[in-house]
């Protein structure tokens, strides 16, 4: 009888406790209130934002009747004041430079979002004042655009045009075509990932149909595929984003290191780390949200990291509820932390990507209206303006947190007292023992190595061994030459490329083979992936076209 108590009170204590760390471990969710500022002069949407000087800056787009606008404003001393532009630019590209000057080009032609523009101008935020001073190689719009050394930016992206390639302004006046893209795109990733490098992809055609295959371009490299969009995909989007929004370390840090929300088919959310040409899951703790009180988060495509206060920030819209959703990513931790922010319904406009302010708040600037039959179309902007209070919570949460993990810790101890209780009563009444048996070669064991560490050493031998060119390689081997385990091994490839061992092998495979067709154009392709370590030329075909778009034979062709 005595036993029975103690397991049954044991059992509802070890319930009452995985209850506790399952809710723990869950999103925590917080209700914030929006504040509305001051409306801006003019409607508009498929504007530009950024911020400059420390003052929020919204340009052109267009205004109510789908008409393009050529105004720009900027929010200070706590008003909106109107300035012309030279130019309209609807669903422009807008990139601040390092001069502390704003790059502006590209856009609609007409009212209706009809035709594209080669117009360029640059704004002076001293003096707030835009000057036209040169044209685009190729009109675009839905263009996207960063800088990289010298002042020099590259350019790609364009709508419903047979023309999309990189292009690059020279830091000064002149804009011309570098190379063709191996996929015409609207509104890609432009990402700078060295001083004179960037690439460039997306999930959006010129046509806003979604790619089943992502082709990434490089400025300086030829295009590659990421195994990871195998499954992940960026999330689609037609709104400009700047890229230094979503970087993930200061400017002069190589490599240059981003995040950005990818997606897959069952409509699961993560978090995609790009650290130059690798791409990998970011961890997190617990699975991002879709929806929140039974209502689905529509979340936007792009990031805004303060990198100051270690959080990324994720917007959302609600299904035409007007509740505004903000995932706030703790990035300072591994794995990182999630806290989802909602506001109370805030009518009916639908927002475009918001600003992080320089107080570390988000700014919600334009839009588009809801119409009667909860649809929206390009004829009704709004000129509403919010401001999300995020950079404000941080205290209040991590407060929150304490006290949570404290009352979790009164339990665990409650658990082991009673536990120990129960085992001691068993072992009086039992008289059993239990033998022991040694463990060996059991994978769940964890190496001393950091995942950092362990991958350098994996690289290290792949690169000093090279243990790829045998065709029998097995990731035991790997894990065997490093004196760990197969499933760290393969985890830690995972978490720190974002891809499965065998697509980390034969991303070696074929750099090799590549060096060979380069290299030897006399070898023929049977020796070439005999010698790059496939096992048969069914594989090598199939995997070098999924690495890079192309055959073999195309390939080398396009490199003679």
Avoid at 261 to 284: D, Y
Wanted: charged residues 20%; glycine residues 8%; aromatic residues 10%.
């Amino acid at each position: 009888m005595q036993t029975r108590f103690l397991y049954i009170i044991c059992s509802c204590l070890l319930l009452q406790f995985f209850t506790l760390r399952a809710g723990a471990d869950e999103c925590p969710v917080v209700k914030i209130k929006a504040e509305r500022l001051p409306d801006l002069n003019v409607p508009r949407v498929g504007h530009s934002v950024f911020v400059v000087g420390g003052e929020p800056t919204v340009v052109s787009g267009h205004t109510t009747s789908f008409v393009p606008t050529a105004t720009a404003e900027y929010y200070s001393d706590g008003a909106w004041h109107l300035v012309e532009t030279a130019y309209p630019h609807d669903q422009g590209f807008c990139v601040p430079l390092s001069s502390g000057q704003v790059l502006i080009g590209g856009g609609h032609a007409e009212p209706l979002g009809i035709g594209h523009i080669h117009s360029v101008e640059m704004y002076d935020p001293a003096t707030h004042t835009f000057k036209g001073f040169g044209c685009l190689d190729t009109k675009r719009c839905f263009v996207s655009a960063t800088e990289i050394d010298s002042g020099r930016v590259v350019i790609s992206g364009n709508w419903y045009q047979n023309v999309d390639d990189v292009e690059l302004f020279d830091g000064q006046k002149y804009f011309h075509s570098v190379k063709p893209t191996a996929q015409r795109r609207a509104r890609p990733f432009v990402l700078r990932i060295a001083e004179d490098d960037a690439i460039i992809f997306g999930r959006v055609d010129e046509h806003a149909n979604f790619f089943d295959t992502i082709i990434v371009d490089r400025l300086k490299g030829e295009p590659f595929q990421v195994p990871l969009f195998d499954e992940w995909k960026p999330m689609p989007s037609l709104i400009e984003a700047d890229s230094r929004n979503f970087l993930l370390a200061d400017e002069q840090q190589e490599p240059f290191t981003y995040l950005i929300p990818v997606e897959n088919k069952e409509g699961q959310i993560a978090i995609c780390r790009i650290a130059g040409t690798q791409f990998s899951l970011l961890p997190i703790n617990g699975c991002i949200p879709t929806a929140c009180e039974g209502r689905h988060i529509n979340y936007a495509h792009s990031l805004n990291i303060d990198r100051q206060a270690g959080r990324a920030y994720l917007f959302g819209l609600g299904d035409n509820d007007g509740r505004l959703y903000v995932l706030a990513i703790d990035i300072s931790k591994t794995p990182a932390d999630l806290t989802l922010y909602y506001t109370e319904p805030t009518g009916h406009p639908v927002y475009e990507n918001p600003v992080l302010t320089s107080e570390g708040d988000l700014m919600l600037i334009g839009g588009m209206e809801v119409n009667s039959d909860n649809t929206v179309d390009n004829f009704t902007p709004h000129s509403t303006v919010l401001l999300l209070p995020i950079g404000r919570q941080t205290t209040d949460y991590s407060q929150q947190a304490t006290e949570t993990q404290s009352h979790t810790w009164l339990w665990i101890f409650l658990t082991l007292l009673v536990g120990t209780s129960l085992a001691v009563v068993l072992w009086r009444r039992r008289k059993k023992t239990t033998t022991l048996k040694e463990v060996k070669n059991d994978d769940s064991i964890v190496g001393s190595d950091t995942d950092e560490v362990l991958m350098q050493r994996i690289c290290q031998l792949m690169d000093e061994e090279r243990p790829y060119l045998n065709s029998e390689l097995k990731i035991a081997d790997i894990a065997s030459s490093l004196g760990t385990n197969v499933s760290y091994v393969s985890a830690c490839i995972n978490r720190q490329k974002g891809c499965s061992s065998i697509q980390f092998v034969n991303g070696y495979r074929i750099n090799y083979a590549k060096k060979l067709l380069r290299d030897s154009p006399d070898k023929k392709i049977s020796e070439v992936w005999m010698a790059s370590g496939f096992a048969n030329e069914t594989s090598f075909f199939r995997t070098f076209k999924a690495f890079t778009g192309m055959t073999p034979r195309e390939w080398k062709a396009k490199i003679d």
